[in-house]
């Protein structure tokens, strides 16, 4: 049986019509300058940009009659990816860092975790704390709770941190879970 492959489409960028694309009867003109017309024929509209050696650009198309502005379209272009390029620049990506911890976890590898947590949170990353139960420990779930809950009260220990509690701790099945966030 053959397998069908699909190609995912690109993102649209916004798409402004602009000139001869505009299908709309009338549109609320702003001349060059930014100062408001008001509603114009758009064979009239087209006549002025055309004046000016500037194009008409339908700004929002959503009213009634859509807003056209006369502008260079290049430029109008290069601003708005310019403004998005600046926009994702600016984005603080945040990570979530997982630790997993065990009911019968030794002193050594405890503090090892809580070095490295301690860590990810003064990096500002979200830190997620998972316990799974196997077996027999999932008869004793208050074990559990009380070794996240000690992990959890040595980290609010250390000055640096600030910790806050995005999601409380939640259990499914064998596995508690709690999501925590180093705020300044």
């Keep these: 049986m053959r397998i069908k492959f699909h190609r995912l489409e690109a993102k649209e960028k916004k798409f402004f019509k602009s000139n001869r ?6 549109v609320f003109l702003i001349d060059e300058n930014g100062e408001n017309v008001g509603p114009i024929d758009t064979a009239e509209a087209l006549v002025r940009a055309q004046e000016l050696d500037l194009d008409l650009v339908e700004v929002n198309p959503k009213v009634e009659p859509p807003v056209a502005k006369i502008m260079d379209l290049g430029q109008f272009r290069y601003e708005m990816e310019k403004k998005a390029h600046k926009q994702k620049i600016q984005q603080k990506k945040v990570e979530t860092k997982n630790i997993r911890l065990s009911v019968r976890i030794s002193d050594h590898d405890f503090n090892f975790r809580l ?7 003064i990096r500002e990353n979200k830190l997620k704390l998972e316990l799974n139960l196997k077996g027999r420990e999932k008869q004793f779930p208050e074990k559990a709770a009380e ?4 992990f959890v009260a040595k980290l609010k220990e250390n000055p640096n941190l600030k910790l806050e509690t995005e999601q409380p701790l939640t259990k499914q099945g064998g596995r508690f879970t709690i999501l925590l966030t180093n705020k300044k």
């Design 115 to 121: 070095n490295q947590a301690e860590k990810f949170l």
């Design 21 to 26: 694309d505009i299908h709309s009867p009338r």
């Design 147 to 150: 070794t996240i809950n000690g």
